[in-house]
């Protein structure tokens, strides 16, 4: 039976696993001095080693040989390998989430290793399980019987619970540089005896993003059916096929503004189990190659992608005019710098489409700036104002080199531009500044704290949170400064729930006041938005 490469390949020692020295080091100290600590928590992006390093360490604990450890042959290595140990228990917290689970688990920790030294507990996707479920858990790992391990591991260690970070030993898996991966996929070949050229194996190290699997994967896909050597356009074929193809698809469906037909398409992409940021990374970068196939005479040189491709993009970029690969990208680069934050990546994703799918025109009528609310104070009022809130609608995510979403069109196409609407000006309800007045509120803090509930209240109002700040708590009224006027009336369709939670945690009912931002009211010089994607793209992009 045909298995794939990394199920094929899975380090049997220490010494074979790639990249994570620095973990390895450690556990083969305290497997050496009998020092090992009962709870660990692997932690760290997928497919870098960490059910590979717990199964390891599971080995080195029930390891019979003198020497090293684990020794990879003596029978206890063997049979933890074939998963026939009775000792090592594998636990896929994804599908065992509930407290039962864990009860059933801690019953069983009361019973000493059957056949080895140690009793280890390895509970995969650790972050899983349900707050029922840590709790209990809590229990065991507080106070585990001598003879029982626990590794826990997760890709999402945010979203553990402090009570259960305190009580392990935290290992951080890293993403494997791609020169320690091209030198281990090599070793592999060699062991195997698959001929891969070494441009070959370059490109895929590129592509697998420090991930070992991911690398393994290509790698795997390549050789299939294969018998002479494969090479750096074999592999260039392949991932063209699997990605490329798809983006041309898409954007074709965005450029004749298919909306529907793009969702469905995006839906199928995904059910194959594609990464929504990662997703959006890649959509970005089939919009910079268009960009470079469309200004560039040699694109060749910086492309690295087959001639045929190359082809394919040319002819994509010919349809499309300069201002739709703008958009494309600055839409998208924005996105992917909100879905950071994001716990639903996906609807950022949807409505990145639509808004591409509609264009600049329509997103104008989209959002009529009705909410935009224009005081008649002069604009120096802003240094008079006695609040001490944030003045300057600042990102609060930490800069990425994205710029914001392009300015919008409406003054090119006249719509009245509202006067600038001063946030905070001396208005009546502005108390004087004594303790629990107004004046001492954090607005940071708050606006954080609205938006961790209303996360779970409502999944799509986060799409605010980096585009808008609270920028002022007055007595009767807050107020919400936002970058764009898409935003505004985001905010504006949410006013129930950000009234209430901002009176949640200030104590008081307040009027949302939503204001947009000054920068987003000057219209941006296209010199600036060519600017913007000269040092995002990191090359030069000039206005014709
Ligand atoms: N650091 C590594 N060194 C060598 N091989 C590795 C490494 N990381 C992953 N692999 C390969 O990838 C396969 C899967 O690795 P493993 O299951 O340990 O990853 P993981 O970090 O647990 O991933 P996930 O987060 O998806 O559970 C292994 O069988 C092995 O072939
Ligand atoms: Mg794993
Ligand atoms: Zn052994």
């Known amino acids: 039976m045909y298995r794939a490469l990394y199920r094929q390949y899975r380090p049997e020692v220490f010494e074979e696993v790639l990249g994570q020295d620095h973990i390895v080091r450690i556990l083969q100290n305290q497997i050496a001095t009998g020092s090992t600590s009962h709870a660990y928590l692997f932690c760290g992006t997928r497919g870098t080693g960490k059910t590979t390093t717990a199964r390891l360490l599971a080995k080195g604990l029930n390891c019979l040989s003198e020497g090293q450890r684990p020794c990879g042959q003596c029978p206890n290595c063997q049979a933890i390998k074939e998963g026939s140990f009775l000792d090592v228990i594998e636990i896929d917290a994804a599908s065992n989430r509930g407290v039962d689970d864990v009860r059933e688990l801690r019953e069983s920790v009361k019973y000493p290793p059957a056949a080895g030294r140690m009793k280890v507990y390895i509970i995969d996707e650790v972050h899983m399980l349900t707050t029922e479920a840590f709790n209990a858990l809590l229990k065991t790992l507080e106070e585990p019987p001598e003879y029982v391990t626990f590794i826990l591991a997760t890709t999402e260690v945010h979203k553990l619970p402090a009570t259960v970070l305190s009580r392990c030993m935290r290992l951080d898996f890293k993403r494997v540089p791609e020169a320690v991966l091209i030198k281990g996929m090599s070793d592999i070949c060699a062991a195997l005896g698959i001929n891969v050229t070494e441009d070959a194996l370059r490109i895929i190290a590129a592509n697998a993003d420090g991930s070992v699997r991911d690398g393994l994967s290509i790698l795997d896909q390549c050789i299939a059916g294969r018998d002479e050597q494969v090479t750096a356009d074999d592999v260039l074929e392949f991932l063209g096929a699997s990605g490329a193809e798809d983006f041309l698809e898409l954007t074709d469906m965005v450029r004749k503004k298919r909306t529907e037909e793009a969702i469905i398409f995006l839906s199928r992409l995904l059910e194959d189990g594609k990464d929504v940021r990662q997703f959006m990374r890649d959509w970005t970068g089939h919009y910079r190659n268009l960009l470079l196939v469309k200004y560039m005479r040699n694109p060749e040189t910086v492309l690295g992608m087959s001639a045929e491709n190359i082809e394919r993009l040319r002819r994509q970029a010919a349809v499309l005019e300069p201002e739709d690969i703008n958009r494309g990208i600055m839409e998208l680069s924005s996105m992917s710098n909100e879905a950071r934050w994001s716990t639903q990546p996906r609807i950022l994703l949807e409505l990145a489409i639509v ?189 014709k």
């Open 355 to 543: 808004r591409l799918c509609m264009g600049a025109g329509q997103i104008r009528e989209l959002t009529e700036p009705r909410f935009v609310d224009t005081p008649a104070s002069p604009p120096d009022a802003v240094s008079a104002a006695p609040v001490p809130a944030r003045t300057v609608p600042a990102a609060p995510a930490p800069a990425a080199p994205a710029p914001a979403v392009p300015a919008p069109t409406e003054t090119e196409q006249g719509a009245p531009i509202p006067a600038e609407p001063v946030q905070a000006a001396p208005a009546p309800d502005v108390l004087a500044q004594t303790p629990d007045t107004p004046g001492s509120f954090d607005c940071e803090d708050i606006w954080n704290k609205v938006f961790e509930d209303g996360e779970e209240e409502k999944g799509s109002i986060y799409i605010i949170r980096n585009s808008a700040q609270l920028t002022s708590i007055e007595e009767k009224n807050f107020t919400v400064t936002v970058n764009n006027e898409f935003i505004g009336n985001l905010a504006e369709k949410n006013r129930k729930l950000l009234e209430h939670l901002v009176e949640k945690h200030t104590g008081k009912f307040r009027t949302m006041r939503i204001v947009l931002a000054k920068s987003a009211r000057e219209e941006k010089p296209a010199e600036e938005i060519a600017a913007a994607a000269s040092d995002l793209l990191g090359i030069k992009v000039e206005v």
